[in-house]
C-alpha cells in the first residue's frame, strides 16, 4: 500500500526498489501466518507491533529515491571518481546520494546524473562542474542540485526569484569620460518541452530551431531580422560574424563534456536584425541567448532594446507553439548551466583599464569580486586577453533582479575607472 501511495507521489512512474518489496511481503507473510495460528493470537499485538516496525522503517527507507518525473532503472552506476576534487560536485554528490540517483532517467530528455556531472568527473578544474540536461534534471537530482545552487548564489532554500526589466528604474549611466568600446547585454531563455542542451534530443533540437525560425519572422519594427543557421554558413560569413563579437564558436570542453556539441552544427544558427544590435543564438549553450548590443557606452539603451526584444521573442514563440518560457518560481528563469538561473543575464562593457591591467589580473580579479563584478577576456569566457580592453561584468545571476544587476555594473565600471586614472599614475602611464 505504502509504495502506491509513493508511486502516485512519484508521477506514477517510479518504481519501487525490488528488494523492499519483497522484504515487505516477507514481513506480510510472517503476519498472516503469526495471527492465523491459534496459540500466537495473545502475542498478536506485540507482533503486529514489530512488524508496523519494520514497515515503518523500510518505508523510511523507500521513500527516499522519490522520483518526480523520471523513471527510475533498476541498477544503479559505480561511484565515478571526480577529478575536480574541490568542486561543488565533490562536495554535494556523495557515495548515499549517488547510489539513491543514479538510476534515475528523466523524462524530457533521457537524462541521468552521471551526465550532468561529466564535466567534474573528467577534469580537475571545476568550480561547480554540473549541467542540467532538462527541467526534470532540477527536480529528480535536487537533492545535488538544491545545496549546489544554494551555496554558488548565496541564497537560502526558501527564496524566490524577481525580476524587473523597466529600464526607468536604473539610475544614471555609465559615466561619458569612460573609454567603453562597447556594451552588451544577454538573457538566457529556455522553452518548456524541449531539454536543455546537455540533454535535448536531436528531434527536439530540430522541432525548436523550427519553431524559431518561424517566431522570428514575428519580430517588428528595429527587432526584425533574419536568421541564419549555422549548417551551410559561408566560413568566411561565419568567421566575420566570430571576429566582429556577434557569433559563438564551438570547442569549449566543458561544452563539449557537457553534451552539448551533439551533432554539430545543426539546429544551431544566429537571428540579427539589420544593424546587429538584437541578436539570438538558438541552441548553443542555452536553448536561446539573447542579446542586445552597440558600440559606444549606453547601458541603458541596450537594457532598453534587450527588455522589448525578450518580450518579442516570448510573445512570438507563444503565439507559434502555445509554449512558455522555462520560469521557476525559486529559481527564475531555467538554464543548462546552475550559475546562470535567475535573471541568466550578463550585462558587459569592453572598457580600456590600462591601469588595472598593469596592476595584474590577480589583483583586478580581487577588486571585481568586492565590487560584485566579473573580468573577461575580450574573446569571450574561453578566448582569452587582448592588451589592455577588459569585458567588465555583473557577477551574479540570481538573487537580485535584472535591474539590480545592470545598476551594479554600471556603478562598478564608473568606481573602477576612477581607480584606473589612480592607478595609471601610479605606475606613471
Ligand atoms: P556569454 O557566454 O555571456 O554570451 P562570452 O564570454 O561567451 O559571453 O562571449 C560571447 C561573445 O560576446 C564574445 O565574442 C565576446 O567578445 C562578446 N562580448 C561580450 N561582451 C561584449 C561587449 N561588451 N562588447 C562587445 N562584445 C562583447
Ligand atoms: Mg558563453
Same mark, same amino acid.
Given at each position: 500500500m505504502f509504495h502506491m501511495s509513493r508511486l502516485v507521489r512519484g508521477g506514477g512512474l517510479a518504481?519501487?526498489?525490488?528488494?523492499?518489496?519483497?522484504?515487505?511481503?516477507?514481513?506480510?507473510?510472517?503476519?498472516?501466518?503469526?495471527?492465523?495460528?491459534?496459540?500466537?493470537?495473545?502475542?498478536?499485538?506485540?507482533?503486529?507491533?514489530?512488524?508496523?516496525?519494520?514497515?515503518?522503517?523500510?518505508?523510511?527507507?523507500?521513500?527516499?529515491?522519490?522520483?518526480?518525473?523520471?523513471?527510475?532503472?533498476?541498477?544503479?552506476?559505480?561511484?565515478?571518481?571526480?577529478? @575536480?576534487?574541490?568542486?561543488?560536485?565533490?562536495?554535494?554528490?556523495?557515495?548515499?546520494?549517488?547510489?539513491?540517483?543514479?538510476?534515475?532517467?528523466?523524462?524530457? @530528455?533521457?537524462?541521468?546524473?552521471?551526465?550532468?556531472?561529466?564535466?567534474?568527473?573528467?577534469?580537475?578544474?571545476?568550480?561547480?562542474?554540473?549541467?542540467?540536461?532538462?527541467?526534470? @534534471?532540477?527536480?529528480?537530482?535536487?537533492?545535488?542540485?538544491?545545496?549546489?545552487?544554494?551555496?554558488?548564489?548565496?541564497?537560502?532554500?526558501?527564496?524566490?526569484?524577481? @525580476?524587473?526589466?523597466?529600464?526607468?528604474?536604473?539610475?544614471?549611466?555609465?559615466?561619458?569620460?569612460?573609454?567603453?568600446?562597447?556594451?552588451?547585454?544577454?538573457?538566457?531563455?529556455?522553452?518548456?518541452?524541449?531539454?536543455?542542451?546537455?540533454?535535448?534530443?536531436?528531434?527536439?533540437?530540430?522541432?525548436?530551431?523550427?519553431?524559431?525560425?518561424?517566431?522570428?519572422?514575428?519580430?517588428?519594427?528595429?527587432?526584425?531580422?533574419?536568421?541564419?543557421?549555422?549548417?551551410?554558413?559561408?566560413?568566411?560569413v561565419r568567421q566575420q560574424l566570430v571576429d566582429d563579437h556577434f557569433l559563438f564558436v564551438s570547442g569549449d570542453k566543458n561544452l563539449q563534456a557537457a553534451g552539448m556539441e551533439r551533432d554539430w552544427p545543426e539546429g544551431r544558427g544566429i537571428f540579427h536584425n539589420t544593424e546587429k544590435t538584437f541578436l539570438v543564438w538558438v541552441n548553443e549553450e542555452d536553448q536561446l541567448r539573447i542579446i542586445s548590443m552597440q558600440m559606444g557606452s549606453d547601458v541603458r539603451g541596450v537594457f532598453e532594446r534587450l527588455a522589448r526584444g525578450i518580450k518579442g521573442v516570448g510573445d512570438a514563440v507563444m503565439e507559434k507553439s502555445g509554449k512558455d518560457f522555462m520560469l521557476d518560481e525559486k529559481y527564475g528563469y531555467l538554464h543548462s548551466c546552475p550559475t546562470n538561473l535567475g535573471t541568466g543575464m550578463r550585462a558587459s562593457v569592453h572598457v580600456d583599464l590600462p591601469g588595472w591591467t598593469k596592476e595584474g589580473l590577480p589583483a583586478l580579479k580581487h577588486r571585481c569580486e568586492a565590487l560584485k563584478l566579473q573580468p573577461r577576456g575580450t574573446r569571450g569566457e574561453s578566448g582569452g586577453q587582448t592588451g589592455k580592453t577588459w569585458d567588465i561584468s555583473n557577477k551574479h545571476r540570481l538573487g537580485y533582479s535584472e535591474v539590480e544587476l545592470v545598476q551594479c555594473m554600471i556603478d562598478g565600471v564608473n568606481t573602477l575607472w576612477k581607480e584606473d586614472k589612480e592607478l595609471q599614475a601610479k605606475h606613471g602611464l
Open positions: 518504481v519501487l526498489n525490488r528488494a523492499t518489496v519483497t522484504e515487505v511481503n516477507v514481513l506480510r507473510r510472517g503476519l498472516t501466518e503469526q495471527t492465523g495460528n491459534a496459540s500466537s493470537k495473545a502475542f498478536a499485538p506485540v507482533i503486529t507491533a514489530c512488524v508496523g516496525a519494520g514497515i515503518f522503517y523500510l518505508m523510511q527507507r523507500s521513500w527516499k529515491p522519490l522520483v518526480v518525473n523520471g523513471t527510475q532503472t533498476e541498477e544503479t552506476a559505480p561511484f565515478p571518481e571526480i577529478q @575536480s576534487t574541490h568542486s561543488l560536485v565533490a562536495k554535494h554528490v556523495t557515495k548515499e546520494k549517488w547510489d539513491r540517483l543514479s538510476g534515475i532517467k528523466t523524462k524530457t @530528455s533521457g537524462f541521468t546524473l552521471a551526465k550532468a556531472i561529466a564535466c567534474a568527473v573528467e577534469f580537475d578544474d571545476q568550480h561547480c562542474g554540473i549541467y542540467a540536461g532538462d527541467w526534470d @534534471s532540477y527536480k529528480d537530482f535536487s537533492d545535488v542540485f538544491d545545496p549546489i545552487i544554494q551555496e554558488y548564489h548565496g541564497i537560502s532554500a526558501d527564496s524566490k526569484h524577481t @525580476s524587473n526589466m523597466n529600464v526607468d528604474d536604473i539610475k544614471g549611466n555609465v559615466d561619458a569620460e569612460v573609454p567603453v568600446k562597447s556594451v552588451r547585454i544577454r538573457v538566457g531563455r529556455s522553452i518548456d518541452g524541449f531539454g536543455l542542451s546537455p540533454g535535448i534530443t536531436k528531434e527536439q533540437r530540430l522541432e525548436m530551431e523550427g519553431l524559431m525560425k518561424s517566431a522570428f519572422t514575428k519580430l517588428e519594427g528595429d527587432l526584425s531580422g533574419t536568421y541564419f543557421p549555422l549548417t551551410g554558413m559561408e566560413e568566411t
